[in-house]
């Protein structure tokens, strides 16, 4: 896994895990990999591993079993869909809109690449 500088490695690999329950790699309620085989898989510290899944356990996206591993929670894709719309359009957004203005690109052109880009 690459990652970026200008974030936590252990918010990008929560993020990589929720983009994997998203795209149906990890199912609700099936079982996800063990801190330590992750942290093996995307090649960071165990720490680091751990501070992603309780973050992710924090957010009610996964939930431990004790002595059995960690799982994908009910409703995981909803709760990810909704936490990563709410950043998009709080974080995100204004700056692409920023960008727009300075640089004259219509809402009409940009629905235009919009349309254009699902095919």
């Not at 894709?77 to 809109?97: D, G, M, N, S, Y």
């Amino acid at each position: 896994m690459i990652f970026k500088e200008s974030k936590s490695i252990f918010l990008q690999v929560a993020e990589r895990i929720c983009e994997e329950i998203v795209g149906g790699v990890y199912q609700e309620e099936g079982r996800i990999p063990s801190v330590r085989e992750y942290s093996t898989l995307v090649e960071v510290n165990v720490n680091t591993a751990m501070r992603s899944y309780d973050y992710l356990q924090q957010q009610g996206i996964i939930y431990n079993k004790r002595g059995i591993g960690y799982f994908v929670s009910p409703d995981a894709k909803t709760t990810i869909i909704r936490i990563r719309r709410a950043q998009f359009i709080e974080q995100e957004l204004p700056e692409v809109f920023r960008q727009m203005r300075m640089l004259g690109i219509t809402m009409e052109e940009l629905k235009t690449l919009y349309e254009n880009s699902g095919q």
